[in-house]
């Protein structure tokens, strides 16, 4: 990369930019379900309103998020969730999983999200604070003559968590 004290596309120094935020939810649970309701921006900001061509704004957006465990069996646990996510100017995006924790081990699952993408999961709850898992996602948009997914590898380790998540057979 270059440097160019000259170049007008940088010569706006926004660091000095005061751009407060505020958020709120609200989020209630159970030994069995989750709802929440957030909205993390109520402030609406507009940075680079000179240079037309390299104006960001944020916006309002509101997430609606919930899940319900049911259990099977006393080995199978099957939890369904949704996120709901809408933006001021942009469409509605909506997520629906279902995942299946097995023998209190292992989890299952998949993802949809409307018109975008759908995923699936693989995890092992190694022991009582550390969770290790892989995933896949793949495009169901013209985005996927441009890729081929991703995959990814995840570690969740709990360090404060270890007497909770024995009391209570949550997996949320």
Do not use: C
């Not at 240079?51 to 944020?58: A, G, H, L, V």
């Not at 550390?130 to 013209?142: C, N, P, R």
């Amino acid at each position: 990369m270059t440097y160019n004290p000259n170049d007008p596309n940088f010569q706006n120094d926004i660091s000095a930019q005061f751009t407060p935020n505020i958020g709120a939810g609200i989020y209630w649970h159970n030994s069995k379900s989750y709802l929440g309701l957030s909205i993390p921006n109520f402030l609406e900001t507009t940075r680079y309103d000179d240079n037309i061509q390299s104006t960001m704004r944020t916006t309002m957006s509101y997430y609606l998020i919930g899940g319900h465990v049911f259990e099977l069996n006393p080995m199978l646990k099957f939890k369904p969730a949704f996120l709901l996510k809408a933006t001021n100017g942009a469409p509605l995006q909506a997520d629906v999983t279902a995942n299946f924790l097995i023998s209190n081990k292992f989890t299952v699952g998949a993802a949809y999200r409307l018109d975008a993408a759908w995923s699936g999961l693989l995890g092992f709850q190694a022991t009582d604070g550390l969770f290790i898992g892989y995933s896949y996602d793949a495009e169901t948009t013209k985005l996927a003559n441009y890729n081929n997914g991703s995959h990814e590898i995840f570690v969740r380790f709990e360090l404060f968590n270890k007497y909770r998540r024995i009391n209570t057979g949550r997996f949320f």
